[in-house]
């Protein structure tokens, strides 16, 4: 079992930045693969960034390339998404995930624990 907490979240102006945090607790966290995915209001949950269990591989969404970078400190039991250069069509609620699998995946059904997610609004 991962139980998993996000913080961070919280309004910004476009091109700003946000650093989200999701804090894991249960002992297979270091071995987990991670997503963040996201959803805006009426639109389904999408990905966002996922890492390998080792930190090693990330991949992430076209729309969010090179904007966005997702880190983890497994002696912390901790994952980040740092977020520079954000749109008004960034604000979504964010979600963290852990994956059993060994791999790290862009579907939602390969993830099998989600935390409450952090809601990111960015004005224009």
């Known amino acids: 079992q991962v139980q998993l907490v996000e913080s961070g979240g919280g309004l910004v102006q476009a091109g700003g930045s946000l650093s989200l945090s999701c804090a894991a607790s249960?002992?297979?966290?270091?071995?987990?693969?991670m997503g963040w995915f996201r959803q805006a209001p009426g639109k389904e949950r999408e990905f966002i960034a996922a890492?390998?269990?080792?930190?090693?591989?990330?991949l992430y969404a076209d729309s969010v390339k090179g904007r966005f970078t997702f880190s983890r400190d497994n002696a912390k039991n901790t994952v980040y998404l740092q977020m520079n250069s954000l749109k008004p069509e960034d604000t979504a609620v964010y979600y963290c995930?852990?994956?059993?699998?060994?791999?790290?995946?862009?579907?939602?059904?390969?993830?099998?624990?989600w935390g409450q997610g952090t809601q990111v609004t960015v004005s224009s």
């Open positions: 995930a852990a994956s059993g699998r060994g791999y790290y995946s862009r579907k939602k059904d390969d993830y099998d624990y």
């Open positions: 249960g002992r297979t966290f270091s071995s987990s693969a």
């Open positions: 890492i390998s269990w080792s930190g090693g591989n990330t």
